[in-house]
């Protein structure tokens, strides 16, 4: 689940342990404002306490909404560049091991030179930070606007070019495929889906996926995310998805609404049983 890191960033570890998750994802910063405050040091090393306490891996982060890695205009991309450095070095800190981010939009220009613009921003983030073992993790979109990697195909050709200047991998988005025209929410769509995607981006790549189910239809291009089953995905999709022999090992994070309190624990427990699991037992310190 994504978890809140208002008050402090340990309360989104413990909120993960409270809620009965495995993994867990996180803003490092504000995700809507270019001006970041960076964690301090005390901070930082309750974080990673807690998240080693409950035993929580991976830890994913994601980076801000307003980065734009493939913007035409250098008034954005040169500032998305700058805050992305910002990501990247915080990720370390934080002992993430993924950092997931959106690939951008050609918007004022061609997709070809917006593709090139996200993989040559991604290397001049990376230049002055020594990443260790942190991946970067381009995510799939749902094709609004002129948003880069709707397609398996466009996401493999940036996951290509960035993979050679940092390690890389693919984060796949359950609400954002079926948004883009990948019928998932069928069992002949799903097979065909993955085919897809091992074909194109190889599913050795595909190191987290996004569980949301979509607010909007089938092909609609655009990005809603709903409780899982209350959505045009749909439960016995998600079941045959969390259940696929390709899929299940891979980490799923929801990134759901919380309209209620304690929508997030219901969103994992529905997760947990449509996959044929109970309850995650309650970590011990180590």
Known sequence: MHTSIAGALGNAAHRAHEIGCDTFQIFSANP???????PGETDCADFRRARE???????????NYLINLAAIDAAVRLPS????????????????????????????GERGPAVKN????????????DLGGLRVLIENTAGQGAT???????????????GREVPAGACIDTAHLFAAGYALHTARGLSETVR?????????????????????????????HEHIGQGHIGEEAFRRIVRHPKL??????????????????MNVRVMRKLAGEGPRPRAQSR
């Open 32 to 38: 809507r404002g270019w001006s970041a405050r960076d």
């Open 118 to 129: 996200c993989i040559e921003s991604v290397a001049r983030a990376a230049e002055a930070c």
């Open 148 to 162: 880069l990697a709707w397609t398996l195909e466009e996401l493999a050709e940036i996951l290509e070019g960035v």
């Open 248 to 265: 299940r090992a891979i980490p799923f994070i929801c990134e759901t609404p919380v309209d209620r309190p304690n929508d997030d624990r």
């Open 53 to 63: 306490k409950f035993g929580l891996w991976p830890l994913v982060i994601h980076a």
């Open 81 to 108: 560049i700058a805050a992305f450095s910002s990501e990247l070095k915080r990720a370390v800190v934080l002992g993430a091991d993924y950092l997931v981010v959106h690939p951008g939009s050609a918007k004022g």
């Open 196 to 224: 897809q995607l091992a074909g194109a981006v190889g599913l050795e790549n595909v190191r987290v996926i996004h569980a949301n189910d979509s607010k909007t239809p089938f092909g609609s291009r655009t990005d809603r």
